[in-house]
């Protein structure tokens, strides 16, 4: 298992939910829902910049980026790379230590 750093811009009007909006769809219209909550599906994560995770799970990042692809739209940004805690740093000592504590 690794760690994957995986980040994302969605342009306001580019997809699509994959549900409709109602009383108990509890999205609030935020157009990151849908991929939020896959990336949330991956493994054991951790949400430390506004659109950014960190992800630890089987999966490279090949299969993650096939994984998240169909909750973004044309013209959305979606990057996914793997990270080891001895080759990263970070102003948040939690980020560097969080990712060490996962990877065992």
């Not at 009007?13 to 991956?42: A, F, K, R």
């Not at 950014?52 to 990042?61: D, E, G, M, W």
């Not at 790379?81 to 969080?98: C, F, G, I, R, Y």
Request: glycine letters at 6%; one cysteine or more; a negative charge.
């Amino acid at each position: 298992m690794s760690v994957y750093f995986i980040t994302y811009h969605m342009q306001s009007n580019s997809h699509h939910h994959d549900h409709e909006h109602g009383e108990n769809c509890n999205c609030g219209g935020d157009p990151d829902y849908d991929l939020v909550c896959e990336i949330e599906t991956l493994g054991r994560w951790a949400h430390f910049m506004p659109t950014s995770y960190l992800v630890h799970t089987s999966l490279n990042a090949d299969e993650i980026l096939e994984r998240l692809s169909p909750k973004v739209g044309s013209k959305d940004l979606l990057f996914v790379s793997k990270v080891e805690s001895k080759n990263m740093a970070s102003l948040t000592p939690q980020v560097k230590e969080w990712i060490a504590n996962v990877e065992g």
